[in-house]
């Protein structure tokens, strides 16, 4: 009988992980889960027919996106069949995220992981190159740009991840994947409110204030109006600041019984003596 040497490989690979998960929550049925489910994809990746993979196939190994690879049938299909893949797995974007899964499982982890090693910071415009020759352009900017993003939030360097924040929002939203919602409300108000923490320049601050109020148009809440008032407030517009503050604060005590938010009470007096509202580090 000849051994798949890689087979065993991978199931090795796949155990070793499992190990890590049975030492932190040890519950034996999702241990077993675990491994039924991860030899189920070693099986479905030997699929070279796409009509014999169902929702449930693809949901299970986009869950496991770690075990394939660029040579895999899914992934060329990814790009082949788009539109197929899509239709089976009930949603419109399942090519492109696990694609995007895999390629940044391939060029970038590799090298996050070893400048967490050895104290140095992945070369960005490399891995982009390697992107966009193998791939295309736009598919490079966007996954290196979150790749940076994570390395700072990991490195507390919350100068760089303003930075690199506002490119990543503006070519969402030029790209249209933004929800235009109260999903996409939250995410705008989220991290114009990183923008206004982490933020160390006026042009920085006046985008961030273009995001925020884009989501209170969607969505009015007290937390967007408060991350507007700071964001004025940031830029030296401080009556500005106490009005959006204080109708922050009236909303929220309409929402709440009376209760006005403690949070946005200690922003609003802080602006009133002049001082900081925002942290000196990450």
């Known amino acids: 009988m000849k051994i798949n040497l890689k087979y065993i490989l991978l199931v090795g690979i796949c155990l070793s992980a499992l190990a890590k998960t049975y030492a932190q929550t040890n519950p034996q049925d999702k241990v077993m889960q675990a491994i039924k489910d991860s030899l189920r994809v070693l099986e479905l990746k030997k699929i070279d027919n796409l009509g014999g993979l169902s929702?449930?196939?693809?949901?299970?190994?986009?869950?496991?996106?770690?075990?394939?690879?660029?040579?895999?049938?899914?992934?060329?299909?990814?790009?082949?069949?788009?539109?197929?893949l899509d239709s089976i797995a009930h949603y419109p974007d399942y090519s492109q995220i696990?694609?995007?899964?895999?390629?940044?499982?391939?060029?970038?982890?590799?090298?996050?992981?070893?400048?967490?090693?050895?104290?140095?910071e992945p070369h960005w415009r490399h891995i982009q190159h390697s992107i966009t020759k193998k791939y295309d352009k736009d598919r490079a900017l966007t996954l290196v740009l979150n790749a940076r993003l994570k390395w700072y939030k990991y490195k507390k360097d919350g100068r760089r991840y303003a930075k690199?924040?506002?490119?990543?929002?503006?070519?969402?939203?030029?790209?249209?994947?933004?929800?235009?919602?109260?999903?996409?409300?939250?995410?705008?108000?989220?991290?114009a409110w990183d923008v206004f923490r982490f933020g160390t320049n006026r042009r920085q601050f006046r985008k961030a204030l273009t995001w925020v109020e884009k989501a209170i148009?969607?969505?009015?809440?007290?937390?967007?109006?408060?991350?507007?008032?700071?964001?004025?407030?940031?830029?030296?517009?401080?009556?500005?600041?106490?009005?959006?503050?204080?109708?922050?604060?009236?909303?929220?005590?309409?929402?709440n019984n009376?209760?006005?938010?403690?949070?946005?009470q200690d922003s609003y007096h802080k602006m009133l003596r002049n001082e900081v509202t925002w942290p000196d580090r990450m």
């Open 55 to 84: 929702k449930d196939n693809l949901i299970l190994m986009g869950m496991h996106s770690s075990m394939l690879g660029s040579s895999d049938k899914l992934f060329q299909w990814c790009f082949s069949e788009p539109g197929k």
């Open 98 to 120: 696990v694609s995007n899964l895999i390629i940044n499982h391939e060029e970038i982890e590799p090298a996050v992981s070893y400048c967490k090693r050895s104290g140095g």
């Open 164 to 191: 690199y924040l506002i490119p990543q929002i503006e070519l969402m939203i030029a790209q249209h994947t933004m929800p235009n919602d109260w999903r996409g409300a939250a995410a705008l108000n989220d991290n």
């Open 217 to 255: 148009k969607i969505d009015p809440q007290p937390s967007k109006l408060d991350t507007k008032a700071n964001l004025l407030y940031r830029l030296g517009r401080k009556a500005e600041a106490l009005k959006f503050e204080e109708q922050a604060l009236m909303l929220s005590a309409k929402e």
């Open 258 to 264: 009376g209760i006005q938010d403690s949070g946005i």
